[in-house]
């Protein structure tokens, strides 16, 4: 089996694309088959809330 080349330059033509979308670009991944895989910046989900409602009058 031999590895898919890939270049630096397609790499970045990747993530200039993706920032230039909106994306915050968080992780890049070339997989063995050459595709390249952009992940965004992982989102902390947000901490649930701890207060207790107030009951209607």
């Known amino acids: ?4 080349r ?6 970045r033509r990747a993530v ?5 979308a909106g994306w915050t670009v968080g992780e890049v991944r070339v997989e063995p088959d050459g595709t390249i895989r952009l ?6 989900s947000p901490q649930p ?3 207790t409602p107030q009951a209607w009058d």
């Open 1 to 4: 089996m031999t590895a898919t």
């Open 49 to 51: 809330d701890e207060r």
């Open 16 to 20: 200039k694309g993706a920032t230039d």
């Open 39 to 44: 992940l965004p910046v992982a989102k902390e």
């Open 6 to 11: 890939f270049t630096e330059a397609q790499v």
